[in-house]
């Protein structure tokens, strides 16, 4: 598996801002979050999937963590695609 799919779609009913799948590797993320709180999100679901033994507690931190120094370092969602290839060869 080289990614983790997400979905999105309005989680109010849950009572969530995402949810992991960790059999399917798939998350759902509200299609209402912007900005910082989705990529927190987006980060928060998936060290579920790929830490599944972390607590709720620990995924939170590490999301946080995570979340303020990719924001500090100006990542924002300007366009899909790039150029540049991953670290294992792979686009």
């Known amino acids: 598996m080289k990614r983790i799919k997400i979905k999105y ?20 993320i509200d299609s209402t979050l912007k900005f910082k709180k989705k990529l927190e999100i987006i980060i928060h679901e998936s060290l579920h999937i790929l830490f599944p033994e972390l607590t709720e507690e620990e995924v939170i931190t590490n999301s946080i963590i995570l ?20 670290q294992d060869g792979t686009k």
């Open 9 to 28: 779609r309005k989680l109010g009913k849950e009572k969530a801002w995402g949810l992991a799948d960790l059999g399917e590797y798939t998350i759902e």
């Open 67 to 86: 979340t303020n120094t990719l924001w500090h370092e100006k990542y924002r969602i300007v366009e899909m695609g790039d150029s540049h290839p991953m």
